[in-house]
């Protein structure tokens, strides 16, 4: 079945540093979509890419969509500590299913 | 508008109980996707419900069923409970699902298993 592999497991940054994780589905998507869920919390929709090359902000994050519509990224500029949380990319994993990366743990040192 | 309602959100049970975790989603949204999540596997997809009709199954043995109401809430059963099974079991509803639109997530149930 469709697969969606998301890097790095896990990343410590210092406060102000930017931060990026990547995202790489076995398949072609018809569109990504991005989640953060904050510690104790639960996953909160943050935005959908549908278009092959499609790049979108919002203030300090910056998603992109491959031109393949296979892979995806977002990017945090200099980072805060509310940016803290685990950070899911997710797609349509056919006959009506979400398949979730497995995350990107954000931390960050104050 | 209100949100995705779980309930109850901690739980304790002990192996071989059963449990069932309910869902409200929200107003108008017929899909209602359930998940399991655990430290070491991330998000995994139970099933997901439209209109009371169970559309795909994630890999879960048969102790974990689900059904939906006529009125789009949804409930999740898990039989014959094992320590495995602790996780946070979050519900997510849709417009449409199939991962066409966002999902809104619940606060998730807590369930632990002993």
């Known amino acids: 079945g469709q697969q969606v592999m998301q890097i790095p497991q896990y990343q410590h940054v210092q406060e102000g540093e930017d931060f990026t994780t990547y995202c790489n589905s076995s398949t072609t998507l018809s569109n990504i979509q991005w989640y953060k869920q904050r510690p104790g919390g639960h996953p909160v929709f943050l935005i959908q890419?549908?278009?092959?090359?499609e790049v979108k902000k919002q203030k300090r994050l910056t998603f992109q969509f491959g031109e393949a519509k296979k892979n995806s990224s977002l990017h945090i500029t200099a980072t805060q500590t509310t940016d803290v949380g685990t950070y899911f990319c997710?797609?349509?994993?056919?006959?009506?299913?979400?398949?979730f990366g497995q995350g990107t743990r954000l931390t960050i040192n104050p | 508008k209100a949100g995705v309602t779980q309930t109850p959100r901690y739980l304790i049970k002990t192996r071989g109980q059963q449990v069932t975790l309910s869902c409200s989603p929200i107003s108008g949204h017929r899909s209602v996707s359930w998940y399991q999540q655990t430290p070491g596997q991330g998000l995994q997809f139970l099933f997901e419900y439209f209109s009371e009709t169970q559309r795909n199954k994630g890999n879960f043995p048969g102790r974990f069923s689900g059904r939906q109401f006529s009125n789009s809430r949804s409930e999740m059963n898990v039989s014959t409970l094992e320590l495995g099974d602790s996780a946070l079991y979050l519900c997510?509803?849709?417009?449409?699902?199939?991962?066409?639109?966002?999902?809104?997530f619940g606060q998730g149930t807590r369930l632990t298993v002993v």
């Open positions: 997710a797609g349509p994993g056919g006959a009506q299913k979400l398949v």
């Open positions: 997510a509803s849709s417009f449409t699902g199939g991962g066409k639109t966002e999902a809104f």
């Open positions: 890419l549908v278009k092959s090359g």
